[in-house]
């Protein structure tokens, strides 16, 4: 098992920052892959950001591209998301999820095993 915990949402006006953090324990050296993900009201749950665990590889969805960062550490078995530029149609309630099987598909939410309880970002106009 693998416990994930998100924090660091809240409310934000457009233009602003927020770094949500994704910090996992339990048996953490089953996981391939860490990513974020959202969700919005009526909308399907989609990839924000991707990290390999061990590699350190990152992957980004196209509508966040250039504004977030995704980033990893080790010591704490942690991850963060660095959002900048912050845009209404970014609100949604955000989760972490981990893979544990090996085959990562950042675009197949179905392919992550274990997940957080979310974290509400917020973004006024």
């Known amino acids: 098992q693998v416990q994930l915990v998100e924090s660091g949402g809240g409310l934000v006006q457009a233009g602003g920052s927020l770094r949500l953090s994704c910090s996992t324990s339990?048996?953490?050296?089953?996981?391939?892959?860490l990513g974020w993900f959202r969700q919005a009201p009526g909308k399907e749950r989609e990839i924000v950001a991707g990290i390999g665990w061990n590699v350190g590889r990152t992957y980004y969805g196209d509508s966040v591209k250039g504004r977030f960062t995704i980033s990893r550490d080790n010591a704490k078995n942690t991850v963060y998301l660095q959002m900048n530029s912050l845009k209404p149609e970014d609100t949604a309630l955000y989760y972490c999820?981990?893979?544990?099987?090996?085959?990562?598909?950042?675009?197949?939410?179905?392919?992550?095993?274990?997940w957080g309880q979310g974290t509400q970002v917020t973004v006024s106009s």
């Open positions: 999820g981990v893979e544990v099987d090996g085959y990562i598909d950042y675009s197949d939410p179905r392919k992550f095993d274990y």
């Open positions: 339990g048996r953490t050296s089953r996981i391939y892959a």
